[in-house]
Structure formats: C-alpha cells, structure tokens
C-alpha cells in the first residue's frame, strides 16, 4: 500500500504539486494523465526519492520516506525500478551490460537472472547489440528488463510509450501487464495521453497544474498481438 498524504512540490517560483492526496493498493496498475506540466513527473521523482517534498508525505507499507535512515533509503529505492521516454540506456555498453548495471551498481552479479529477463522482453537474442543497433521499440524493452533486474516492487513508467508508434506502444503496454502479472509489481504509468492510459490502467488520476481533478475507473483493453 502507498499513500500519498498532502504531497506539495514547490520549485523556486513554481508550485508544481499543491496538496495531493491519493492511496494506491498493492499490484495495482496506477495511470496518471495531464499535460505537459501538470506535476506528473514530479510526481514519479518524489515517490523515487530523487527530489524531497516541500510538504507532506509518501508512506510505503506504512513507512513514513522522510523518516528512512540511510540504509534504509537504500532499501527503499531498491523496491523502485523507472522507465523513461528516451530509454536513458548507456551507449557504450552493451544490452546485456545495460541490464547488468542496476546489480553491479550494489556489487551483485547476477548474470543468469539478466539474460532470464532479457528472454522475458524478447530480447534474448540481442544481449551483445549496442543501443544504437535497436529500434525504439526495442530499447525500451531493455529498459525495462533493466529496471526490473533488482526485483522491484514499483514500477514508475514516465511517458514511457510517447516516443513509439502505435504497433510498438500497444507492444510495450502488454510486455508492462506481463511483467505485472508475472512478478506482481505495482505500476505508476504515466503519460499525457489518456487512450494510451486506458489501455493498460484501471484507474486513473487526472492531475491539471498540480492537484488532482479527479479519477477515472476503467476497463482495460490491451490490443491483441
Ligand atoms: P509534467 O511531467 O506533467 O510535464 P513536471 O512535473 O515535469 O510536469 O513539471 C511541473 C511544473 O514544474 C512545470 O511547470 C515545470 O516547468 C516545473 N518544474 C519541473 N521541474 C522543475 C525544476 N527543477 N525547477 C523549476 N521548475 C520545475
Ligand atoms: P525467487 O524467490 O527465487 O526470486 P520469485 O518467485 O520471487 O522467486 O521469482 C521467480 C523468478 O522471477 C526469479 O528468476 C526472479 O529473479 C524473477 N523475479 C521475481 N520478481 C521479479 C521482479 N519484480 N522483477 C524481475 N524479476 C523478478
């Protein structure tokens, strides 16, 4: 369970989150729509730890994250995996030690479970390509087996779709709900775009200059390969 209580993100001169308020269930598939600058990637960056609130809080399994030691900061953002719009890979490593690097950042060599979860992104076949070698389509499943090569808990996607067309996004939503099937992870997917959203979410927040405007249930409805 996450909550999010009075969350408030002040930049200089520009409140980009005002008093947000939301709870999310484990295994949960979380959409988050607005435009561009309405706080979502504020949003995503506070829950990750890589900003800190002006006000308010985020509680994990009933963990306060402005009370975390170090180490348990640490342990905290082990449970979180990001994906990102332009696939951040690093150009000079390979797939394979693209994927590698989240362990080998913590001194961890588990190689069988990087080429487990290359296979699991269809890209098994590719651990000794470099990032220019593939497509967007292609990179971004790499991103993903990166960020869930820790075994994370939450998934955080920003815009994680909006580079793709149509045929490589709807690939990337079903490879997003097989990795929340098979794992159990919680997804935050964030995107400007609702129809992408409400392909794969069935909830989503609506967020307009920084609050909440509202939430939407929706059914889902992945395309067939
Ligand atoms: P979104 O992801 O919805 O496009 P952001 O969370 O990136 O929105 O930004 C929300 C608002 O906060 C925008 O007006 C943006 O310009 C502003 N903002 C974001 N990051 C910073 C920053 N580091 N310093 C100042 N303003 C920022
Ligand atoms: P184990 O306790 O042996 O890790 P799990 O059932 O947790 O067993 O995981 C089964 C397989 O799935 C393992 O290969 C593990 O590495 C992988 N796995 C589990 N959780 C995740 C996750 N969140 N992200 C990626 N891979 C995972």
Avoid: W
Wanted: aromatic share 4%; charged share 20%; with cysteine.
């Amino acid at each position: 369970m996450i909550e999010v209580k009075h969350l408030s993100k002040q930049y200089a001169n520009h409140l980009a989150l005002d008093d947000l308020s939301f709870s999310v269930a484990k295994n949960e598939i979380l959409g988050i729509v607005g435009k561009s600058g309405s706080g979502k990637s504020t949003l995503l960056k506070l829950i990750n730890l890589m900003e800190i609130p002006t006000s308010g809080q985020i509680v994990i399994d009933g963990q306060s994250t402005d009370q975390l030691s170090n180490k348990q900061m640490a342990q905290y953002k082990a449970k979180i995996g990001m994906v990102f719009q332009h696939y951040n890979l690093l150009a000079n490593k390979t797939v394979a030690q693209n994927v590698a690097l989240p362990l080998r950042l913590v001194g961890k060599k588990e190689m069988d479970r990087v080429a487990s979860l290359l296979s699991f992104v269809g890209m098994g076949e590719k651990a000794d390509a470099y990032p220019a070698d593939l497509s967007g389509g292609e990179q971004q499943r790499v991103a993903i087996a990166r960020a869930l090569v820790r075994q994370p808990e939450i998934l955080l996607c920003d815009e994680a779709t909006s580079s793709l067309d149509e045929e490589n996004t709807a690939a990337i939503l079903r490879l997003l709900k097989n990795s929340h099937d098979t794992f159990g992870i919680t997804i935050f997917f964030v995107s400007h775009d609702l129809a992408t959203v409400k392909q794969l979410c069935e909830r989503v927040l609506v967020l307009e200059a920084g609050h909440l405007l509202g939430t939407v249930d929706n059914q889902p409805h992945l395309a067939a390969e």
